[in-house]
């Protein structure tokens, strides 16, 4: 009796959470995206072609040498990069957080001596690469610095906190400042020659609103403009701007970069004694806060767009500078690309798919905002790039692991595949951008697309992105394009996909056993997965009346893009 009694309750109990097991197996709703081929929107701008790092000496490292290669060819746009440590005394080799150039040291006498060979060796890398510089000017030489010693850091033997030694300071004389800085502008003026250095970009110092910088902020104005001023003298035509603050989400951060446009625009320049300081570009630098929750990690794009919404804002408030173009000097998920996933596991989403479709969500977020706020938005430098000699796939936050090229990379070769006018495009799984901004994507995923067209065909970028990475159901896509010309009856259809079995290096480490020291044969396989890959083969499909239909499923933190040409 007790038995079928047990029986008896086990059977209601079933039929009660019956509802509750049915609906979470069941699949989701179907996705409907629609497309308008024949409804522009306007001209793409490429934000996306910028990059950068700490370590200048990598840039002509071989796997650094490979990956400048790969970033150049992602489109016909130029491709940006910004470095750390021009200016830093040392012998040219690199660590992590770390690099230099020797540019300036002094005689016995004091007498200023420059060497360059390091710093050509640099530069002639970008230029033979096709890569346009941000030319960040710093760090202070050890022989400039207020306070030299200690001056070269040990990171990541010590903390964070350890490497604002010696070349963070402010220079202990402005005017040898101000000559080296003339004299390096006018070497790379001379050598690249001026139709090329009027293209770059060149700014001063980095996130001097932290320890990056060890004066305060008025010190740093003045730092501002006798750099301005020397760049100016040597070549009149160069772009410069800055500060390169830290996120303006932070309140102490938003309060720098207000004080810094406001001298620039009202206050007594510290070099020419004239009022205001020439300002061609404003950059700021926003960063999101990923977590580790114990079985998984939970992004914070939502931090680092308030902080990219509240620095337009700041900007727009000017009206000398509402126009200025913006730049975000680094704009990343997090902070620290030396800080690895095995010491931080909430840096663990580096290696996979997530880094990928995150990086599609911010940047179709950026032109949202900088459309909704009205500015003159130009670029979003990704801080990533590669690190020399460390562990395979160890969680750094960069574009490729000892030359394996990862996930992350291949959403940069979507973004260059798409044309530059961009298409009318609805989804029904996406959710509004102030959302996203307050909330981030927390609830339901953000399932959005960017369509665009060229002469004689239509590209779409659709992504399925949420800020936990756990499993979750495949997204059914109902894809319908409409207004395409309706005298072409057929079109060839190529589908390309990152997820965790397409384009995706580290999902085939893994599947060897993580190996640190691949065989050839397993390298070459690693290299060949670490490639942007079709989802299928191209295949031929019929149009109707100007119009296609596609369905497909996309996976969760999956990058789809779909080019229809005829």
Not at 361 to 377: G, P, R
Not at 402 to 412: I, M, R, S, T
Not at 431 to 438: F, Q
């Amino acid at each position: 009796m007790k038995n079928i009694l047990a029986m008896s309750f086990l059977l209601v109990l079933l039929c009660l959470l019956w509802p509750s097991f049915s609906s979470a197996q069941q699949a989701p709703d179907s996705v409907t995206i629609h497309v308008r081929a024949d409804q522009s929107e306007g001209a793409l701008r490429p934000i996306w072609n910028y990059f950068g790092y700490d370590e200048p000496n990598y840039t002509y490292a071989p796997n650094g040498k490979k990956l400048l290669g790969e970033l150049a060819a992602l489109s016909s746009a130029p491709v940006y990069i910004r470095v750390h440590n021009l200016l830093t005394s040392g012998d040219g080799s690199a660590s992590l957080k770390w690099g230099s150039t020797n540019a300036y040291t002094e005689d016995k006498d004091g007498h200023p001596v420059y060497r360059w060979t390091i710093v050509d060796h640099i530069f002639d890398t970008f230029h033979a690469a096709g890569i346009k510089p941000i030319v960040e000017i710093g760090f202070m030489p050890e022989a400039l610095s207020t306070h030299p010693e200690p001056y070269r850091h040990n990171f990541p033997k010590g903390s964070i906190g350890s490497i604002y030694t010696g070349w963070a300071y402010p220079p202990r004389d402005y005017a040898k400042w101000s000559e080296l800085v003339f004299q390096f502008t006018r070497h790379l003026r001379e050598r690249y020659g001026d139709a090329e250095v009027k293209t770059w970009l060149w700014e001063v110092w980095n996130e001097p609103d932290i320890d990056y910088w060890k004066g305060t902020p008025e010190e740093y104005f003045k730092l501002y403009d006798f750099t301005a001023d020397a760049v100016l003298r040597a070549f009149p035509e160069a772009r410069i701007g800055g500060p390169d603050s830290t996120g303006p989400g932070n309140p102490h951060a938003a309060e720098f970069l207000r004080q810094f446009l406001e001298h620039c625009a009202h206050q007594t320049d510290y070099a020419t004694g004239k009022t205001g300081s020439p300002l061609r570009f404003v950059s700021f630098h926003p960063k999101g806060s990923p977590k580790w929750l114990g079985d998984h990690v939970q992004m914070g794009i939502a931090r680092q767009l308030t902080a990219i919404k509240n620095g337009f804002q700041i900007v727009a408030s000017f009206k000398e500078w509402r126009q200025t173009p913006i730049v975000l000097g680094e704009s990343d998920p997090e902070g620290c690309a030396a800080c690895s996933a095995q010491e931080n596991p909430q840096n663990a989403y580096r290696n996979g798919e997530l880094f990928a479709s995150y990086t599609a969500e911010a940047m179709n977020s950026i032109y949202a905002l900088a459309s909704s706020e009205h500015v003159n938005f130009l670029g979003a430098v990704t801080w990533s790039f590669e690190f020399e000699d460390q562990p395979y796939f160890a969680g750094f936050r960069e574009l490729a692991s000892n030359g394996l090229d990862k996930p992350v990379l291949n959403a940069f070769r979507m973004l260059g595949m798409l044309g530059d006018e961009r298409l009318q495009v609805t989804s029904s799984a996406a959710l509004p951008t102030d959302d996203v901004v307050l909330n981030g994507v927390r609830a339901r995923p953000d399932i959005k697309a960017i369509a665009t067209r060229t002469d004689h065909g239509i590209q779409l970028l659709i992504w399925n992105y949420h800020d936990d990475n756990l499993p979750a159901p495949d997204a059914p896509i109902d894809l319908t394009i409409e207004g395409l010309p309706p005298d072409v009856t057929r079109a060839l259809s190529e589908h390309f996909r990152i997820d965790a079995h397409h384009s995706n290096s580290f999902a085939v480490w893994k599947q060897m056993g993580s190996p640190q020291s691949p065989s050839p044969v397993q390298y070459q396989d690693l290299q060949d997965a670490g490639q942007l890959q079709l989802l299928s083969s191209p295949a031929w499909i019929s149009l109707d009346r100007g119009a296609a239909h596609l369905q497909f499923a996309l996976p969760r933190q999956g990058v789809s893009l779909i080019r229809i040409a005829w």
